[in-house]
């Protein structure tokens, strides 16, 4: 009886807050039906009564657990088999970075020494003309670019001529053809040693490569050395068309305090 009594009274769902606001009846008059209100005793009742006769409600122990993580919980290792956590190192441990060469330019600029004017003279070595003397940075020492590179708008002389630029220019294989050259090396030894005209930055640079790695272990070349490259030409009978050419070819002299004062 007391829970018909209760459905009786309530007549509509507040949308609002969700939930139930019992309606009291009203006379033909407008007036409020007033009744006596309900004991403890009758509310304890009626709730005992309502929530046995929810019968499809299950209890919460026996509802799915709603997991968004659908990989396997894995069990965590133990202590002991768990990877050592490496401390980062001070900075007083780490390794300092490797400090770039210093530009620091030749005090002067020395003629060509006469041990290797007379080496090159028994080649018969003509248009003897410095055309660069620079100071070897860490591009140059990198065993992974092997090269010696220097710009053309540094040369002091333009030592290629139109035939030789039309030849450095060319593709092949996807690069720049090149071209060999002999060049005599600061101990007086000839070798022959790959010249290619590359665009690097805003402009051309040749480059000394193939054998650039070789020369440099071989001389003792190092980040910071002052070095002289000259140019000069030498007449060779060509093979195939039996007539004599003449050939570009390099001399390279290591500048010290010795060659400072010549």
Not at 44 to 64: D, G, K, M, Q
Not at 68 to 95: D, F, L, Q, V
Not at 169 to 183: H, L, P, R, Y
Request: hydrophobic residues 35%; proline residues 5%.
């Amino acid at each position: 009886m007391g829970l018909r009594r209760l459905k009786n009274e309530i007549s509509f769902l507040d949308l609002d807050l969700g939930v139930h606001i019992p309606r009291r009846k009203r006379g033909s008059s407008g007036s409020a039906i007033t009744k006596r209100s309900i004991s403890m005793m009758e509310c304890a009742t009626i709730l005992i009564a309502f929530s046995n006769s929810v019968t499809h409600v299950l209890p919460s122990a026996y509802l799915p657990l709603r997991t968004t993580n659908t990989k396997p919980i894995t069990e965590r290792k133990p202590i002991s088999e768990r990877k050592p956590i490496t401390k980062r190192k001070p900075i007083t441990e780490r390794k300092p970075r490797k400090k770039r060469c210093k530009q620091t330019p030749f005090p002067t600029t020395p003629d060509m020494p006469a041990a290797m004017r007379d080496r090159i003279g028994e080649m018969g070595a003509y248009q003897i003309q410095l055309a660069i003397q620079k100071q070897l940075q860490d591009t140059d020492m990198n065993k992974n670019h092997g090269r010696l590179s220097f710009p053309a708008k540094k040369l002091k002389v333009d030592f290629a001529t139109e035939e030789e630029r039309r030849v450095l220019k060319q593709q092949e294989n996807g690069g720049k053809k090149g071209m060999n050259v002999m060049i005599v090396d600061p101990l007086l030894r000839e070798s022959s040693i790959c010249l290619k005209l590359w665009k690097i930055g805003s402009g051309d640079s040749y480059c000394l490569m193939t054998q650039w790695n070789w020369l440099v272990e071989q001389n003792g070349f190092k980040s910071g050395d002052h070095v002289q490259l000259w140019s000069f030409r030498k007449d060779e009978l060509e093979a195939e068309t039996q007539t004599m050419v003449s050939r570009l070819c390099f001399a390279m002299v290591k500048l010290d305090a010795t060659t400072a004062s010549a």
